[in-house]
């Protein structure tokens, strides 16, 4: 069975630079207002309100451009580490990314939190203005103005999410999963390790998960993503199924995959199979959670 090479180097640099262009006119309207909230500060200024929104413009948009600016070359590095394995490995997609070929996937809990900081903060400046002029309007008799109150709340959630993903990080660090099934196969089983460091096996136990879910994604002005589940199968492991490793808890993964699913596929960034294992259990404080993407493909071993 050889599959379909997806993207190529040439595609890899012009997506890169598409999105360096894109972010470009950002990073400059950051730049721009950053010195003139600057000359103004040294001018001695008269309108503190001017600065602070010149202040939020220059973080805001010179965040996003040079956010993406530097997202668009490390993207081109991993992009391109991945096409490179695609070579060596033509016939076995689940070597195609460099976590997957050595069998050991890092948990999500590192990414979380980095995303959880920079959506919240995104989401903050942009809804910061709000607070100056929305007391006017409600002043005024304009009390429907007082519904933008809603940003400010939802932003203050969403760094509520960022400080528990922090302190998540911080106690737990990044999980991995020693996959000892590669690929794990459909028709088959998926076995492996998730290695934490948890210091005291729970006493409720590790809830234990691996799902099938189809992501899609739609293009156009107003793009947003969606997920659907199409498999699940979750069980919760006592202590008697636990047990201590190097650094923390070990946790055993050992799922059978029924032979009418589908493969791990992200050939159409559009519309992607992603198979996740999921690890999650209550204890003192913040709870511990985890997940990975691992590879699930039909192969010659696939029995029904």
Known sequence: MRMKLPGSSKGTKTGAGCLTLFA????????????????MLI???????????????????GGVGFGLMFAAQWGKRKIAEDERLRGLHPD????????????????????????????????NLISCPTLIFLPEEIEKGNHLAALGLIFPVV??????????????????????????????????TLRGTVHTRLQEKPAEGVKVSLRCVRRHESRGKNSSSSERMIW????????????????????????????DNQSSDDSDQ????????????????VDYETKFEVPVFKTADSSE
């Open 24 to 39: 470009l006119p950002f990073a400059v309207v950051g730049v721009v207002t950053g010195y003139s909230a600057i000359k």
């Open 43 to 61: 001018a001695g200024p008269d309108d503190w309100q001017q600065v602070f929104l010149l202040s939020i413009f220059t973080v805001t948009f």
């Open 92 to 123: 076995e997609p689940w070597m195609w990314k460099s976590e997957w070929a050595l069998g050991r996937i890092a948990g999500s809990s590192k990414e979380t939190m980095w995303f959880a900081w920079g959506f919240g903060i995104l989401w």
């Open 155 to 188: 932003g203050v959630g969403l760094l509520w999410w960022a400080i528990r993903s922090t302190l998540r990080f911080r106690k737990f660090g990044t999980s991995t999963l020693q996959v000892e099934t590669l690929p794990s196969v459909i028709g088959g």
């Open 232 to 259: 699940e199968d979750a069980r919760t492991l006592g202590s008697e199924h636990l047990y201590r490793g190097r650094e923390g808890i070990d946790v055993p993964i050992d799922f059978h995959i029924p032979f």
């Open 270 to 285: 559009y519309n992607k199979i992603i198979w996740r294992v999921g690890a999650s259990a209550e204890v003192a404080g």
